[in-house]
């Protein structure tokens, strides 16, 4: 038995640029953050030669043509894995539509356990390109390529995205004190809402591809990541805020789906409470909002946004790890 930990992720600023159809031309990054919420893989050798997944729902079949989980079945396929195998999954958090990137969580979380389950151990930068390869290649999903690194490699970074199909995970490096100092910043609600991360995706991917207004704006987006790199590496965390506004602000600009009145509303009250800057995470629509602001607002914000439920959330320094391993 094999059972593996990946965390989630929080993106900062940048998002959206890490779409194939953006970076190649002109080049992406983003920053983010691993977060202190994880998935859990469990792979275990089945007694006969079929296959079961257990995850929302539980598929127990003959033979790998028959899962109807597209991340399982891909990755199975791309491993050589055609039976004697059963998969289960759980997470901390809602699984689907948050915008936390549990998707490809899931995806690398599977991979490692998979390959433990073979006797290989996979380094973090080949189990972010197979989960790439998993998720955009043969499951055909319109999404982009940060989240995968970000589970892989854990930790706070600088991802960028090279017009070759090359990526470049770069750690932004704070001591221990700045860390903290920014994770007390930081709030999450979540909206109680979720949405198909891939089709906003699809529609933000089309927007971009052949509209220069919104070519530029993602191109803002991507200078803002370098910014905030260097504005947490220089130790002026109080400038989070603005960044994350900034970013909020020119995301929505992109497609009318990113954002909604509701969210507008929710936003609007979190900014007059105190908190100084925030965004929706992921491709937005709903899930989780996260707000920067001093401590000392944080009773407000958390009033202003009632019944919204705040989620603690804390950063994670390790990426996927094999927790339990059995042979």
Not at 40 to 51: A, Q
Request: charged share 20%.
């Amino acid at each position: 038995m094999i059972i593996t930990r990946t965390p989630l992720r929080a993106s900062f600023a940048g998002g959206g640029s890490d779409i194939a159809s953006f970076y190649r031309r002109f080049g992406g990054a983003v920053v983010s953050t691993a977060i202190d919420k994880y998935i859990y893989v469990t792979v275990n050798r089945k007694f006969d030669d079929g296959l079961r997944v257990a995850y929302s729902r539980n598929e127990e079949v003959e033979n790998l043509g028959q899962i109807r989980h597209p991340i399982v079945k891909n990755a199975l396929k791309i491993l050589g894995i055609s039976g004697g195998v059963e998969i289960t999954t759980i997470a901390d958090v809602p699984s689907r539509g948050t915008g936390l990137g549990s998707s490809s969580s899931f995806a690398v979380g599977l991979l490692c356990a998979l390959g433990g389950f073979q006797g290989r151990f996979m380094a973090a930068q080949e189990l972010a390109e197979l989960s790439c390869e998993v998720e955009i290649e043969l499951c055909g999903e319109p999404i982009g390529k940060q989240d995968q690194y970000a589970a892989a490699y854990g930790g706070m970074s600088l991802i960028e995205f090279n017009a070759d199909d090359t990526t470049r995970v770069t750690p932004i490096i704070m001591p221990k004190e700045r860390r903290q100092a920014v994770e007390s910043r930081l709030l999450m609600f979540y909206t109680g809402s979720t949405r198909s991360a891939s089709a906003l995706l699809e529609v933000q991917s089309e927007a971009v591809s052949s509209n220069l207004a919104k070519q530029n704006v993602l191109r803002s987006m991507v200078q803002l990541a370098y910014q905030l790199r260097d504005e947490l590496q220089s130790g002026a965390v109080d400038n989070l805020g603005a960044i994350l506004h900034e970013n909020w602000m020119l995301k929505k600009s992109i497609s009318s789906g990113i954002s909604n009145p509701e969210i507008d509303y929710l936003y609007d009250r979190a900014i007059a409470a105190g908190a100084t800057g925030g965004k929706i995470l992921g491709a937005g629509g709903g899930g989780f909002l996260l707000f920067d602001g001093p401590a000392e607002k944080h009773l407000a914000i958390e009033a202003a946004l009632v019944p919204l439920r705040r989620v603690p959330v804390g950063f994670e320094r390790q990426g996927c790890q094999v927790i339990f391993y059995h042979a």
